[in-house]
């Protein structure tokens, strides 16, 4: 017959074992307080709990499991056994547990965000996003919910993210983890690479082993030229958690990996290899093993991981490319911007010489280019502006018809944001969104003395180098070869009819083997092409201390070198349909 005063005594017996820390100690007594327990459930509910700590997690898994056949109705036992399977990789089964729990208790938000973390691990992220949301709803301070959700909208381009960064500074100020989302909000939404290090500074002051701080400082650091400073916190952070794919991701693009890095590459391979971590980390993870492997000179194994973060990325990302479209869509941009329209007057906004947009394929030379011409001293570096990438679409019907008054209005308020970078200092400003290239036509007819450097590449080489970047967001094609090689060649032929329709002294071709085969007349006609007078250090972009946030932030801080020419050479043997790029 259950004892009362004996349950009683050795429940409080647990308490004060696990309070010592001799949590071992405490599941036994918690064990024997089960045997005398009126009511066997709450004690199993607290046994379960030290087995948690304990991390003997088969053990509270099956200890819920004899909670509930006592008290089926517990919404908190369902949780916690939710919890304790996820945390043995069964994210599926976990699902159902979870479920379960918010069937019998929809207003618990700690069952939506462990729900979410189920549904993350399996790489259904948008699902992810709506059970964090209701999460937050339930408790709009909730920090982990906060923290994640910001996270996978950023990683979605959302621009969201940046107010959920800043509500988890809110909900928690005081603490390292708050002071860190603040200056990913200052990252991620103003690139205020001042605030970022002023509030990652603080998290580390607060916390001077905080993994992800390391990594944050890392990545402000890298984009400034402070390489060796950034490698040393990168160490530091896989030190403290081997499992961070992240700070691999920025340690292997901020140098070339070396046999000398056994023992970092082996740690990277187990993390690429986890089926247990999530489907975002392991992204990272195969990206960053690729990237090692081909500076190893280990080919196969490079695309190999390749393949492997390119699905991965189609999976998170959830982009469909449509091929049919996407041609149509080139047809309707060469049918309807012609010779005569494009060269008329009837859609100017201004005559401004500042904007030189940069443009092509990703990964073509855009941000050498870029850093070449941000090294004169009357040019201003705009990097990345994502303004006709977001609107340039809603300038057209869907059959490609021209709203020109829509356009003129969009056109007005981009030449604002020029202006503002100008500075009245600057008299170029660079816009090197890549696939602005899509829009020539309307941005020649709006600004009639812009400039436009259309960046080329080797098609094969710069389709691998697509193909093994980690884009946050990328185009539908990006991520597929097949698509990938459909969408150069569209690439390709909207760049021939540009070349047919706009004059001659507004669009120049820069091919990148040419530059880095023989950079001085190169740099001299694209300088001359600018309408700059000459400066010296435009030879040297390697000395431009500018911050770059792109991905060939590494690249631009070495002098000009040719090792990336026909490096599709090395991966001949595993081209698969990149092949078809090929000259014959």
């Keep these: 017959m259950p004892n009362l005063a004996q349950w009683e005594e050795l429940l409080q017996e647990a308490a004060a074992l696990a309070e010592q820390g001799d949590v071992g100690a405490a599941i036994e007594s918690a064990r024997e307080a089960v045997l005398h327990a009126p009511q066997p459930a709450d004690a199993l509910s607290i046994l379960a709990t030290l087995l948690w700590r304990a991390q003997r997690l088969e053990e509270c898994a099956e200890t819920c499991v004899q909670a509930l056949r006592v008290r089926p109705l517990d919404a908190r036992i369902q949780m916690a056994w939710g919890v304790a399977v996820l945390a043995q990789g069964k994210a599926i089964e976990a699902e159902g547990v979870l479920r379960r729990a918010i069937s019998l208790d929809g207003n618990n938000p700690g069952a939506f965000h462990n729900l979410a973390l189920a549904l993350h691990r399996q790489g259904r992220i948008d699902e992810t996003i709506l059970s964090l949301r209701k999460a937050i709803e339930l408790n709009p301070a909730l920090f982990p919910s906060l923290e994640l959700i910001a996270s996978l909208l950023d990683t979605k381009g959302s621009a969201e993210g940046v107010t959920f960064h800043r509500k988890a500074y809110a909900a928690s100020p005081d603490s390292a983890e708050g002071a860190l989302e603040n200056a990913r909000a200052a990252l991620v939404g103003d690139n205020d690479l001042e605030a970022t290090t002023q509030y990652t500074d603080l998290a580390l002051d607060r916390n001077p082993d905080f993994p992800a701080a390391l990594t944050l400082r890392a990545m402000v650091l890298i984009r400034r030229g402070l390489l060796k400073e950034a490698e040393a916190d990168l160490v530091r952070a896989i030190e403290l958690n081997p499992g961070q794919s992240t700070a691999y991701y920025e340690l292997v693009y901020a140098r070339k990996v070396t046999p000398s890095d056994g023992p970092i590459l082996d740690q990277l391979i187990k993390v690429a290899a986890d089926d247990s971590a999530g489907d975002q980390d392991r992204r990272v993870a195969n ?90 001293s009357k040019v201003k570096a705009g990097e990345e502006l994502p303004f006709w990438r977001l609107k340039g679409k809603s300038c057209f019907t869907d059959t490609g018809a021209l709203l020109r008054s829509k356009a003129m209005r969009l056109g007005a308020d981009y030449l604002d944001q020029i202006q503002q970078l100008a500075q009245n200092k600057f008299e170029r400003v660079t816009d090197k969104t890549p696939d602005n290239y899509l829009y020539i036509g309307l941005l020649h007819m709006l600004f009639p003395k812009a400039r436009f450097v259309f960046c080329k590449r080797h098609p094969v080489d710069n389709c691998l180098s697509h193909y093994f970047t980690y884009f946050m967001s990328s185009p539908a094609f990006a991520c597929d070869p097949t698509n990938l090689v459909i969408g150069y060649r569209e690439h390709e032929r909207l760049l021939a009819h540009w070349q047919a329709v ?83």
């Design 287 to 376: 990206f960053s093993l690729g990237k090692a492997f081909d500076d190893l000179g280990r080919y196969e194994e490079a695309m190999a991981a390749y393949h492997t973060a390119n699905a991965l990325s189609r999976k998170l990302e959830g982009k469909t490319f449509d091929p049919a479209a996407f041609r149509l869509r080139t047809d309707q941009m060469i049918a309807t911007f012609t010779k005569d329209l494009v060269q008329s007057s009837d859609l100017k906004v201004s005559d401004s010489e500042a904007p030189v947009f940069i443009l092509g394929m990703y990964r073509s030379g855009t941000t050498l280019v870029e850093h070449i011409l941000s090294s004169h």
């Design 502 to 584: 706009i004059p001659g002294d507004r669009l120049i071709v820069v091919r990148y083997e040419d530059l880095v085969e023989n950079p001085e007349p190169e740099i001299h006609r694209l300088i001359a092409f600018a309408g700059l007078e000459w400066e010296e250090q435009c030879f040297h972009p390697e000395d431009n201390k500018r911050a770059v946030t792109t991905a060939s932030r590494w690249q631009v801080r070495q002098p000009i070198y040719k090792s990336s020419r026909e490096r599709w050479r090395n991966y001949e043997p595993y081209l698969g349909p990149f092949a078809d790029l090929l000259e014959k």
